[in-house]
T-cell receptor
Framework: DTGVSQDPRHKITKRGQNVTFRCDPI?????LYWYRQTLGQGPEFLTY????????KSRLLSDRFSAERPKGSFSTLEIQRTEQGDSAMYLC??????????????FGPGTRLTVT | SQQGEEDPQALSIQEGENATMNCSYK?????LQWYRQNSGRGLVHLIL?????REKHSGRLRVTLDTSKKSSSLLITASRAADTASYFC??????????FGAGTRLTVKP
């Protein structure tokens, strides 16, 4: 396994369109996280999954955002009716269950979204 | 919302010098982690220190944690040009989601 992968790497869309991003975590990792990062800032937590269950969602996250991890493997993040303020880098990370004592997160390269 | 705050926001040093970055946080934590991010790329995990640990080493990295002051520091010794990157601390609270600071931008001049 070569690590966390994300697709696409770049996405340009017009305001009002829907977009969907995909993340493939490291295969043995049961935790999967989504973050958003804007220029000059650290990653902002959006949501995370333990296997297929979505355990937490940021209160700052608009209802236009939804994430799924249907089979506990890959995950998708959908943004509906995109706005210019959604332009950012969307990062995915995976980790082992913290209950196993190691919860270092391994990040993918990110998907850069530009809303015009 | 972000919890950790790194200080300084930017740091410029000469190759061979040591670089020290600080992180302060607000709430109780389970552990604290440091990550590096090269320009436009994903984050790479550097080191994790648990709340019951005070100091940890990994190669040229030294991390300290003072839970009474809610602060941590990352020391990079004998810096190299390849260390040029942004460095983030991330706090892992007992609910197991992580909060990142805004980062310190380190520039190491050859």
């Amino acid at each position: 396994d070569t690590g966390v992968s994300q697709d696409p790497r770049h996405k340009i869309t017009k305001r009002g369109q829907n977009v969907t991003f995909r993340c493939d975590p490291i295969s043995e990792h049961n935790r999967l996280y989504w973050y958003r990062q804007t220029l000059g800032q650290g990653p902002e937590f959006l949501t995370y999954f333990q296997n297929e269950a979505q355990l937490e969602k940021s209160r700052l996250l608009s209802d236009r955002f939804s994430a799924e991890r249907p089979k506990g493997s890959f995950s998708t993040l959908e943004i509906q009716r995109t706005e210019q303020g959604d332009s950012a880098m969307y990062l995915c990370a995976s980790s082992l269950d913290p209950g196993q004592g190691r919860n270092e997160q391994y990040f993918g390269p990110g998907t850069r979204l530009t809303v015009t | 919302s972000q919890q950790g705050e790194e200080d300084p926001q930017a740091l410029s040093i000469q190759e061979g010098e040591n670089a020290t970055m600080n992180c302060s946080y607000k709430t109780s934590i389970n552990n604290l982690q440091w990550y590096r991010q090269n320009s436009g790329r994903g984050l790479v995990h550097l080191i994790l220190i648990r709340s019951n640990e005070r100091e940890k080493h990994s190669g040229r990295l030294r991390v300290t944690l003072d839970t009474s002051k809610k602060s941590s520091s990352l020391l990079i010794t004998a810096s190299r040009a390849a260390d040029t990157a942004s460095y983030f601390c991330a706090t892992d609270a007992w609910n197991n989601d992580m909060r990142f600071g805004a980062g310190t931008r380190l520039t190491v001049k050859p």
